[in-house]
């Protein structure tokens, strides 16, 4: 961790998060140990400093996006919604974002509303999906709705398409 923050060598940096990536794919409760120690949250650090470095951006997306497809829990799950993964990948929804990283952000997010709705059904009666939710505040549904016109790459003109059918299934 201290390399990634203190170094302002970007080829370091992304080295450091690529390692951080092939972490967020592990267990349930390496998961939980990244979220415990914060990890998640200094990469966004790291990520907002970036100027626009494509390889930070890239191995970042994969440190956010990463997590979601593992079999975690819902103390995991509520950990990477406080500390801001989800929010941070709708934020990457963008036009100018490049495609490969598109598609790994909607992969996450696509996850992401999946554990949201275990998340969903275990509270009280009447709860609604945090992950679907969070999108809805932050016109996640514009960002997809734009990408899915406008984009050059079919397969995240497809993967907007079905994140867009996912936000409205769960009205």
């Not at 120690?37 to 390889?55: A, K, M, T, W, Y």
């Not at 970042?60 to 509520?78: E, I, Q, R």
Request: proline content about 2%; aromatic content about 2%; overall charge negative.
């Amino acid at each position: 961790m201290t390399c990634m923050k203190s170094s302002e060598l970007a080829s370091v940096q992304k080295e450091c998060i690529w390692s951080l990536s092939n972490l967020a794919v592990g267990s349930s409760k390496l998961v939980q140990k990244m979220a415990d120690l914060r990890v998640f949250e200094d990469v966004i650090g790291v990520l907002h400093q970036s100027n626009g470095d494509e390889g930070i951006i890239r191995e970042s997306a994969y440190v956010l996006a990463n997590p979601w497809s593992t079999p975690m829990g819902t103390d995991a799950t509520k950990a990477l919604m406080d500390q801001g993964v989800v929010k941070e990948m709708i934020e990457l929804l963008a036009l100018d974002t490049p495609e490969k990283v598109l598609k790994v952000v909607m992969d996450g997010l696509k996850d992401a509303v999946k554990k949201g709705m275990v998340l969903q059904i275990t509270a009280k009666e009447g709860a609604v999906n945090p992950v679907v939710s969070l999108m809805r505040q932050m016109d996640a549904h514009g960002r997809l709705e734009g990408l899915s016109s406008a984009s050059s790459d079919v397969g995240v003109r497809s993967m907007a398409n079905t994140l867009l059918n996912a936000l409205t299934l769960d009205e």
